[in-house]
């Protein structure tokens, strides 16, 4: 009753994944903001492209390089198969789905570990459904979760032997009548 379960608190679950969105955040910061990383490859297979032209395109291509820009590369396979450029993207394209699944989950992990309901924290549904009613999840937060802690901390009154802390029983703000 003084502890948790082996004495680690409930919330300890979702340190780890706290750490890998920590991580996951710190790594895109620096990947965009190096402005080094590879965006795409433009490709040409012309023979009636000579080496000014190549040059002058390396150059405009490599222009937009900077803070949170790609970096870009042009070639030239001097070929007479196809004349149509292609654009080819090298980037980590799924990269950016990567981050946002580990913070979905992250997201997920810490909300379980606190058992707060997602409507309760202000998290936009995923879905067109929605979470359902919110008073409905608080009548079921307050019973599942803040009695406990009420419980909890309404016993450190008996060990130090005179009323430190009072609770106050469930009740949903009223809404106000307007005339």
Do not use: C
């Not at 040409?44 to 870009?72: D, M």
């Not at 979905?104 to 992990?109: C, K, L, M, S, V």
């Amino acid at each position: 009753m003084r502890q948790e379960i082996y004495g680690i608190p409930e919330w300890f679950a979702a340190v780890s994944s706290t750490l890998l969105s920590e991580s996951a955040t710190l790594f895109r910061r620096k990947y965009y903001k190096n402005g080094a990383h590879a965006g795409f490859l433009l490709y040409v297979n012309s023979p009636a492209i000579g080496e000014e032209e190549e040059e002058e395109i390396s150059e405009q291509l490599n222009s937009f390089k900077g803070l949170g820009n790609f970096q870009n590369m042009f070639i030239n396979g001097r070929g007479t198969e196809k004349y149509r450029p292609e654009l080819i993207p090298i980037g980590q394209i799924d990269a950016k789905d990567e981050f946002l699944n580990i913070k979905n989950a992250t997201r997920d992990d810490i909300m379980a570990a606190h058992r707060v309901p997602p409507q309760l924290m202000g998290v936009m549904p995923s879905n067109m459904g929605g979470f359902g009613d919110v008073k409905k999840a608080a009548a079921v937060f307050f019973a599942n979760e803040i009695t406990t802690l009420h419980t909890k901390l309404l016993s450190i009154n008996d060990i130090v032997g005179q009323t430190v802390f009072t609770t106050q029983p469930y009740e949903l703000l009223k809404e106000e009548k307007t005339s």
